[in-house]
């Protein structure tokens, strides 16, 4: 098993990719500081007994008032930049993978129960994904945040996938309106197979490959709003390391010459979204036919 699929057409072109390899091998360390945070960090930022007020505005170990114990320096608290961005890299991937998952989940369903019985719940779901379609995704997160009495990781996840299942519903739609009208399906039906048996037995297998380029896609936006729901303030409260927040409040000393507040969470949050990008415009290219012909 383990041998076809390294001989697979799939992993021949992966491993041909350097813009592939470079993407997913950058993610990976990135998923692992996410995990390992805790053990790699040099100290919890967030746990107060940890926290010295007189470690403030520390600059880089390798600038002539840094200090080893902090080696990118510290913030206006005392935290240390290292150890706040490798937690802050957990909230961003929760945020982003339960984002994607929950909203395709969502979109999924709605968009393929739409696509295969049509009519009347085929135009209701789809005038509904058009109305919030029509709205920002940004705005319309910050509004629903505005109305929740406190925030989370959880309420930030909630406000965001009320907007995000659009793009999945609308995508699942297009492709079991194409999936259902092939002879397989219609040889199903006429057989007699119930439509449970037949949406997830032989529509939905063959109308997933988009939804698979539009979660890599989508993961990179994800993380990139969230961040900047908290820089705006409106995203995880300030008691949740967030890379978005430390760029926030870095800005109101970059011109002092802390530098490092700023440039540190930025070129992470960068780098992650970059990541993301190599290894979904690959993964775009392989599942889309007309791109990646094959003999």
């Not at 929740?148 to 995000?164: E, K, L, M, P, Y």
């Not at 802390?258 to 993964?283: C, E, K, Q």
């Amino acid at each position: 098993m383990i041998k076809k699929m390294l001989q697979s057409d799939l992993v021949f072109s992966f491993v041909r990719d350097i813009s592939a390899i470079t993407g997913a091998v950058l993610l990976v360390i990135f998923v692992i500081c996410a995990l390992f945070a805790p053990v790699l960090a040099p100290m919890d930022p967030y746990d107060l007994t940890t926290v010295e007020l007189a470690d403030s505005l520390k600059p880089p170990a390798w600038m002539d008032t840094g200090s080893l114990s902090f080696p990118l320096g510290t913030d206006d608290q005392g935290r240390g930049i290292l150890s706040t961005i490798l937690f802050g890299l957990r909230t961003s991937l929760m945020v982003g993978f339960s984002v994607v998952v929950i909203s395709s989940v969502l979109g999924i369903f709605f968009g393929m129960l739409g696509g295969f019985y049509g009519g009347i719940l085929d135009a209701f779901i789809m005038r509904t994904a058009d109305t919030v379609f029509a709205f920002s995704t940004t705005l319309l997160a910050i509004l629903l945040l505005g109305i929740f009495d406190s925030r989370n990781i959880w309420t930030v996840v909630f406000a965001i996938c009320i907007a995000g299942w659009v793009k999945y519903a609308r995508t699942i739609r297009g492709s079991v309106l194409e999936v259902k009208e092939n002879a397989y399906v219609t040889a199903a039906k006429a057989s007699g197979a119930k439509d449970f048996r037949i949406l997830f037995k032989h529509v939905l297998p063959n109308a997933l490959p988009p939804i698979f380029v539009l979660m890599a896609v989508d993961l990179a936006v994800v993380i990139m709003l969230e961040a900047t729901l908290s820089f705006l303030g409106v995203g995880v409260p300030i008691t949740e390391p967030s890379l978005g927040m430390m760029i926030s409040i870095g800005k109101n000393y970059i011109y002092a010459g802390m530098w490092w507040m700023v440039l540190f969470p930025g070129l992470t949050l960068i780098l992650l979204v970059v990541a993301i990008n190599l290894f979904s415009d690959w993964l775009r290219d392989e599942m889309n036919p007309k791109l990646a012909l094959r003999s």
